[in-house]
Each structure stands twice: as structure tokens, then as C-alpha cells.
């Protein structure tokens, strides 16, 4: 196990660089096309999509977004305003290794059915059981003061906010989420994490006991069950209503396993 915990870093974009300044008007433009595509390495270029390390919130106003590619970025962190991503369906961060958690929000896709995360550099995943930053005295902090709740969208001061961390299951990735919360009760409504790993929000910090490091065969094999039982339910759906659907080789899942 990784004994470090890492610092939350905040502050750490230049607004005013180029860089910034171009990713804003690539975000204005897909929103006003409508186009079902964000890639923004294409849009920039290797050198300026280098100096990224967030995304703005303007994401907010891509409703026809359906496919987010930010593979090998710098990324440290993807803001709230994901959530309001309405169409988005697939989420690829892969090889980002700065991203070390998400913004709850995301859990708000509803049509997010497809991820590829490199689950190895993330905080309490299976493989390594990566430490969680305590967050009493060491708080996310968002750009301007105000900031709304995870789960009722109450809005409040960034100094209200009760922050915990959730492990969940996203797309096809269980990862871990933080959320802003504005009462006990939002709180109390947040989902039970699934099986291995913490089971509830929480704080983080070095004496959180989570869930032993399973040996990685028996976790391949349960990971593998999983993505069995949940494609064979996938299908099942689509064929009440096409004829005709076939199962999904099993080594596309080994394959999408291991390459996190």
C-alpha cells in the first residue's frame, strides 16, 4: 500500500493564459455547434492542451456532448459543472494520472454508460488502496465563493460546505467522488458504496481503515463476473425489443480490465 497521502492542491490554473483563453472559446464553440464531441487536445494542440490542468465551468453548456476525451492529460481536476452534461454517455480520462478523484456530480449523467479511467492512481482503489486526503483542514477549494450542493443544489458559501468522499460505481469504473454537502440530511441521501470498498462517506485521512488489497487474479475474476452480469442484462434489454443481439466477447471485458 501507498502510505502517502497527497495534499489537495488548489489554484493552479492560469485563467489568463493562452491556453485557458483558447479552451473557453473551443467550449463556446462546440456548445453553439452542438457537436456530440469534446476532444480538446484536438482543438488546442499537444502544447497548450499540456497546460490544462482543469477543466472551465462552462462544460455546463454542453448539452449535446455525448463523448468527453481527455486521454493523456494533465487534468488534476474536473469540475461539478459536469453533471449539467445532460447527453454525455462516455467519459475517457484514461492515462490522465494527475486525476486522482471526480467531482460527485458526475453520478448526475444519467446516460453515462462507458468510462475508461486509470483506476491505479486513484484515491481507495482496489489495487493499491491509495490513501484519501483528510479533508477537515485541507479543503477542495473551487473558483469564486460560492459553490452548490452535491445533491440538492442548494447554494452556499465555499466555507458552509460539509465535503466527504464516496467510492461509487460510474460508467464502468468504480471510483472515488467528492461532494459537497449543505446538511445531515443530504448526507444520509447519498448511496451506499459497493462492496469492498469503504462503506460510507467519510473524511479520509491516514487512520481510515479500508478494505484489504484483494490479490489481483481473484479481483480480475470477480471484476470480470461483474462486467458479465451486467452486459447479459444489457443485452437482455435490447433484445425485448431488436432481435438478434449478440454477447460481447469476453475478451473485449479481460481487455478493458487490464488496461487500467
Not at 485557458?20 to 455547434?33: F, G, P, R, S, T
Not at 452542438?34 to 472551465?56: H, K, M
Not at 484515491?123 to 479533508?135: M, Q, T, V, Y
Request: proline share 6%; charged share 30%.
Amino acid at each position: 500500500m501507498n502510505n502517502n497521502i497527497s495534499k489537495i492542491k488548489n489554484d493552479f490554473q492560469d485563467r489568463n493564459s493562452v491556453a485557458w483563453k483558447k479552451l473557453c472559446e473551443y467550449i463556446d464553440a462546440v456548445a453553439k455547434n452542438g457537436t456530440d464531441e469534446f476532444v480538446p487536445r484536438e482543438a488546442l494542440g499537444e502544447e497548450l492542451f499540456s497546460q490544462i490542468y482543469t477543466l472551465p465551468e462552462s462544460i455546463a453548456k454542453l448539452k449535446k456532448v455525448k463523448k468527453i476525451g481527455l486521454y493523456g492529460s494533465n487534468l488534476k481536476r474536473i469540475p461539478p459543472e459536469i453533471g449539467k452534461m445532460e447527453s454525455l454517455e462516455y467519459f475517457d480520462p484514461y492515462t490522465s494520472y494527475d486525476l486522482k478523484w471526480f467531482p460527485y456530480e458526475i453520478t448526475k449523467c444519467k446516460k453515462l454508460k462507458d468510462s475508461r479511467i486509470s483506476t491505479r492512481a486513484l484515491f481507495g482503489n482496489f489495487k493499491n488502496r491509495k490513501l484519501f486526503p483528510l479533508l477537515d483542514h485541507n479543503p477542495v477549494k473551487y473558483f469564486g465563493n460560492k459553490i452548490n450542493c452535491s445533491v440538492c443544489e442548494k447554494e452556499m458559501e465555499q466555507n458552509e460546505t460539509n465535503q466527504v468522499w464516496i467510492t461509487l460505481h460510474v460508467g464502468t469504473d468504480t471510483i472515488p467522488l467528492l461532494a459537497n454537502l449543505c446538511s445531515t440530511e443530504c448526507e444520509e441521501n447519498l448511496p451506499h458504496p459497493p462492496d469492498n470498498y469503504f462503506p460510507q462517506a467519510h473524511k479520509g485521512g491516514a487512520n481510515l481503515e479500508q478494505p484489504k488489497t484483494e490479490d489481483w487474479s481473484i479481483t480480475r475474476a470477480r471484476l470480470i463476473k461483474e462486467q458479465e452480469t451486467k452486459t447479459n442484462s444489457e443485452i437482455k434489454k435490447i433484445e425485448n425489443t431488436k432481435k438478434g443481439t449478440t454477447k460481447l466477447p469476453l475478451i473485449k471485458l479481460v481487455r478493458k480490465i487490464w488496461e487500467k
